[in-house]
């Protein structure tokens, strides 16, 4: 598979993380859009959030219980921040592996 993530999972593509678990890892983004950015990833190689069966409920719940733990870690819970999912190229998604974009550290701006 030529999956970036997967690649980063199995270390053999070097990341900063700052958790990691059996089924979720997270680290820093090396294009941040915001001073905290981190990505939060399933192990499991889920292509998109089309693709995320029930088997995957209990995973997708843990990975947006790691992004509020981040997000405490890292002193933003309190300010705010922002968790992003993107589906498919419309969407804006880059790399096909799931993934939770969690966004802070400044003021972000609005969606509409």
Not at 58 to 68: G, H, N, P, Q, T
């Amino acid at each position: 598979m030529d999956c970036i993530f997967c690649k980063i999972i199995e270390g053999s593509i070097p990341s900063k993380k700052v958790f990691e678990n059996d089924r979720i890892v997270a680290f820093h983004d090396i294009q941040p859009a915001a001073p905290v950015h981190i990505l939060i990833i399933p192990k499991k190689h889920i292509p998109t959030m089309n693709d995320v069966t029930d088997e995957d409920d209990s995973v997708m719940a843990e990975l947006f219980a790691v992004a509020r733990q981040i997000a405490k870690d890292l002193g933003i819970a309190e300010s705010g921040y922002r968790l992003v999912n993107n589906v498919n190229s419309d969407g804006g998604q880059v790399v096909y592996h799931l993934h939770i974009h969690l966004l802070g550290g400044t003021k972000l701006n609005g969606l509409g």
